[in-house]
């Protein structure tokens, strides 16, 4: 094997290959990207236990000598590339174990691993990807995956559902204490379809899709993903269990609507949110609705102190006044999540989950469990 | 106590009082900051083990109605200074022990400390302080801080030697394995002196002289060391003890000299180094300089593979050839500190310390001990 290779075609390629390293492994070979050099190509192969990439690189600055594979130590590999000067660099096998590199007036000589050991991987496409926009893709993974469980002990929650049904795609997280669910269209002339994918992966996936390629082709297998992205292949497993049917816990009737600017309510949260302890998630405030249709937002710490906010909303509310206490990091989770200038916070008791929505946020819900206080 | 003040400016000021806030203390009054509100003008005082700020603020944004004193719970408050709206914050002390901001809709009420728990601290100004340009004094800072040891077994070392001798003051800065020194000319009018200022307060200084003002006082006692900037005091605790004799370690006279683009020999070394551990400390390298005026820099990992880097010498070396080995973490912190786009690596022999100076870096010596390998 032995090519030369813009250094820049090169690094971009594997700053993305690299996601799917293992860094701690108990197998050495997760650690290494295997390199398959064909008579007009050069694939680039990561794994991990959740993903797999595959790029197959196509550049007028490919030279290609002669064909072969190796499987080279990733985290090194692609430090070097990163520091190297501008330019070509060549690419070679020597005494069938050893990579040379060579750019400039540098020479590295990295000792090979064998590429025999590594795994065979199938990068499954179907016949009937489904054909999405970029954009709808990165904003779909960013509204639902931070809602995710990073608790272990119920590991379909680690998951995002993502279900295909009829001229739905319908993508859900829920930690149990809040629930985040987005809703696209899509042509219906696919299979339904109901998988639950690793957190993880979605947020690796997020990262390469900053490329701005138009579109994404989404392959749906039963025991795989498989996302298309340009010359880049990204495959997840898909974890395996039911995910909860959560249909019937997104309330549709609500008494009590207000209608909030959504930066207002943020920095107020926010705000009231710093009397907390260090552990965010407890830190509670509260927000009451006023029958002078202000609502104030409030947090009280015995040995800190007290913040009363007052946030003035958009239009007279719906219904009667209320009490309601909530973790101020769910609630600023799911606000970050819209788009919308404009958001309704929607309550259908004092301890019941309220959702909030917002009018340029088409599909989008979330929803937040209250928690109980004296 | 009562006053109001424009949001930003008390802000920015807080921003550099809590420099000096303990986070970790058994003192709970160290996480607090003192304000003095006297008929004109707001003084802000916060004070660690090492260092204390004093900053008196007189902005026409500063309104006072009473005078007093507060003791103010610091990271909660500047957290929340941080997040208000822009705009004009009013803040006072109610019922004795509850201190209340109020600005725009947002309301907050902090439990205060007992200020009289809060220790008197003196800042000792001197008749006659040295008057130095902000950039000199950072760049004495920046070129020499990073050589103390962060070692506590020779607390000495962990300070950076102050001297005023004549018309010269010298900073000198080495952990045994590495030396720096910094030597700038002062008018001749001062009394010599020789003090050791913790490198961690000269960290913290160097945030603060951010600012760009133009001058900065030094003024020097026997225990602190007092810098004027602005509006703002600075006093750090000094190092007790005796700082070693540096004079005689720096050689003189150099057989072998080359000179280098400061660059080319930058990056030969950190591609060098990417082939050690993760233990940067560990990562030797090798300099070669050879007959026909080429330097090879190399490095060499049995398990992972090898590095040959040539770099081009800008003139003919002075000197025989040699072999010299050497942690590429302080050749890389040493070259940091140079403005200089070329610069001399001057070597007396293959065990004996080198330096590194550059043409527009007078007064600047760098000194490294070399490792010996097989």
Redesign the interface.
Known sequence: MNFSIDTDVLLNNLLISQKALSTKTPAPYLQGIKMEVYQNELVLITSNSDIAIKIVIKDESLNIETTGEALI?GR?FV??IR???KGQVDISVVDNN??RIHSH???????LQNVDDYPEINFVTSELPIKLESKIMKSVIRQTTFATSNIENRPILTGVNIKVDGNKLIAIATDSFRLSQKVIEIPSNFENMNVVIPGKSLDELIKILELDLEEILVHLNHKTILFEYGNILFQSRLLEGNFPETTRLIPTDFPIIIKFKTNDLS??I??AS??STKDNLNSIVKLFLKPDNVVEITSNSP??????????PIEKAIGTPLKIAFSSKYFLDALKTFTSEEVYVKFTGEIRPFVIEGNEDAGLVQLILPVRTE
């Open positions: 130590p090194v430090d070097f520091k190297l000067d050893v990579l007036n540098t020479d590295l000589s990295l000792n920095v107020a926010e705000r710093l009397l040995e800190i102190g007290k913040v009363v906010e007052e946030v003035y």
